[in-house]
Nanobody, 122 residues
Framework: VQLVESGGGSVQPGGTLRLACTQS?????AAWFRQAPGKEREGVAG????????YYADSVKGRFTISEDNAKSMVYLQMDSLKPEDTATYFC????????????????????WGQGTQVTVS
């Protein structure tokens, strides 16, 4: 399974970015993670295939939206009201495990990863 992220860039606080993840094979759970320099990786949002469930970290709830286009094997992360603390490298991840009860919570194990895309808010 290959995952490729796109859509990163630089934006001012309060701005908007939309990240996209292309998956060679759509797995049941997909998620977005981020990692800032010197900080641990953080799970941001997760979504199950078919959009049956979504999960958001408290730090992004109400500002970020995860969505998918199953026909295109794409997963998106719409990021609104961006803050400087959102600055990080964002990674798309996927797993065939059916984390149904947790709505694909990123704190579960994910075993397919993209290379990441940089998001800078300043």
């Amino acid at each position: 399974v290959q995952l490729v992220e796109s859509g990163g860039g630089s934006v001012q606080p309060g701005g908007t970015l939309r990240l996209a993840c292309t998956q060679s094979i759509r797995k049941y759970c997909a998620a977005w993670f981020r990692q800032a320099p010197g900080k641990e990786r953080e799970g941001v949002a997760g979504i199950s295939a078919g959009g049956g469930g979504t999960y958001y970290a408290d730090s992004v709830k109400g500002r970020f939206t995860i969505s998918e286009d199953n026909a295109k094997s794409m997963v998106y992360l719409q990021m609104d009201s961006l803050k400087p603390e959102d600055t990080a490298t964002y990674f798309c991840a996927a797993t065939g495990m059916r984390y149904v009860s947790t709505r694909c919570d990123p704190r579960n194990e994910y075993n397919y990863w993209g290379q990441g895309t940089q998001v800078t808010v300043s």
